[in-house]
Structure formats: structure tokens, C-alpha cells
């Protein structure tokens, strides 16, 4: 395997890690200015995999910051890996998150983002956004990148196929025919999920950059609505 570095929006760099034998693919995402974040951490067994691609954009000791959608393995395993290589990064995350759990397994303070609260890294302003429970646990989040138009949103339109690092392609069918025939098993599904995505939707989206496929630019609104519905009735069906 090895890691794959593309630009996919102004001064956003995807990190892509493709496992064949899952046929399932890890986004991480190092956006630059004049503090550096990167969002998604990986696993810690792809550390050595993707911290090579990432210094071929930026020297690793300029990364300031270090985020996440929620707590999970290919989202923050590595997270104190890459404190170690930066020693002047912090982990950002939303309040919950740093309350149940990032302030116990973070090698250093985390800084907690409530809601709507912007961090401005110079060249980029991004929102954090609470979405509980979408798709996961309740420290789950979205963080909106208002410079660019960019929504980092996570585990939202996974699909298990080899993607490129951007894509005009349909991202919501390839993801819901995942979800429908694993009956939503990976999804903590609540009667918000729809309200949560909806409220995504209805910001100035312009590139989607999920986790698990390839970066969409286009009509961002389109498929958000389309996955709102899409839980809508998956919360409202028998179980």
C-alpha cells in the first residue's frame, strides 16, 4: 500500500490510503495557511504511510493543528503519533468530544470548539459543527471550511470501491446501496439524523471532502438533502 497526496481544493491536500484486500479506501485531509491543520489522523498502522505523503506538502513540525469527526480508530488512532512528529500542535475538537474522551488519550490539552465556533487558521476559517449521533457517537462533528466552500464531513457517503482524489460521479447512490444492504448497521441512527444532514445542507457547500470517496465539487446540496431523506426513512422503518 502507500499513501496518494492531490490538491482537491484551494490549499486542501487529500492524503488517500486504499486497502485492496477491503477494497475500502481512508481519506486524511492537511489544509495549509498559516497555522496548518490536518483533519482525520488515520490509523496508527498507517502512520508510516501517511506521514511521508503529508511532508511532501508541508515540513510535519509546522502542523498546528490536529481534528476529527469523532472518536474512532481511522479518525484519530494516530492522533498522538502525530503530536510526537509536531510539537506545537494541538488537537481541536468539539466540546463533547474533548469532555468524554480526548481530554483523557490526548498526549497534550486538547482545545474544545463549541458549536458554530469558527477557528481561524490563516487562509482558512473553519467552523466546527455538533452533529451527535451523525453517523456515529454523540462527540461526532463536521467542520466547514468558509474560505473555500470545503465540508469535511466524515463517514458520510462511505463506500467500499477504489475512488480517485476528486470526482463528478454520483457520491450518493455507491453509499446507500452500502448502507441499505448492511441494513444502516454502521450508522447510530436518531430521530435528528435527517435534521442534522439538512442543516449541512444548508450551508455554501462547494466541494464535499468525505473520508471514505473521492472529493465532490458541484451541486453539494443535491445529495445532502438526498441522505437526509435517505435517514429519514431509515429511522421511520420497522426495525
Not at 490509523?43 to 474512532?72: C, K, Y
Amino acid at each position: 500500500m502507500e499513501t496518494r497526496a492531490a490538491e482537491v481544493a484551494d490549499g486542501i491536500h487529500q492524503l488517500t490510503t486504499h486497502f485492496p484486500e477491503m477494497n475500502f479506501g481512508f481519506n486524511q485531509y492537511l489544509i495549509t495557511g498559516d497555522e496548518p491543520l490536518l483533519f482525520h489522523t488515520g490509523m496508527r498502522g498507517i502512520f508510516p504511510l501517511v506521514a511521508p505523503a503529508a511532508a511532501t506538502v508541508l515540513p510535519l513540525d509546522q502542523l498546528r493543528w490536529i481534528s476529527f469527526g469523532h472518536l474512532e480508530a481511522d479518525e484519530s488512532g494516530a492522533m498522538n503519533d502525530w503530536l510526537d512528529v509536531a510539537p506545537a500542535a494541538t488537537v481541536v475538537q468539539g466540546q463533547i468530544g474533548c469532555m468524554v474522551s480526548i481530554g483523557d488519550l490526548a498526549a497534550r490539552p486538547p482545545r474544545p470548539l463549541a458549536d458554530g465556533e469558527v477557528l481561524d487558521i490563516g487562509g482558512h476559517r473553519l467552523r466546527w459543527l455538533d452533529t451527535p449521533h451523525v453517523p456515529h457517537s454523540w462527540d461526532a462533528g463536521a467542520m466547514f471550511d468558509e474560505t473555500t466552500g470545503t465540508l469535511f464531513c466524515g463517514d458520510l457517503f462511505a463506500a467500499f470501491r477504489e475512488f480517485g482524489p476528486t470526482t463528478d460521479d454520483d457520491l450518493l447512490a455507491p453509499a446507500l446501496a452500502d448502507d441499505e444492504a448492511s441494513g444502516w448497521g454502521s450508522w447510530s441512527l436518531h430521530p435528528t439524523s435527517g435534521a442534522q444532514v439538512r442543516r449541512l445542507a444548508e450551508l455554501d457547500v462547494r466541494t464535499l471532502a468525505p473520508m471514505h470517496a473521492a472529493a465532490f465539487t458541484g451541486d453539494c446540496t443535491t445529495p445532502l438533502l438526498g441522505l437526509a431523506d435517505a435517514l429519514d426513512r431509515a429511522v421511520a422503518a420497522p426495525s
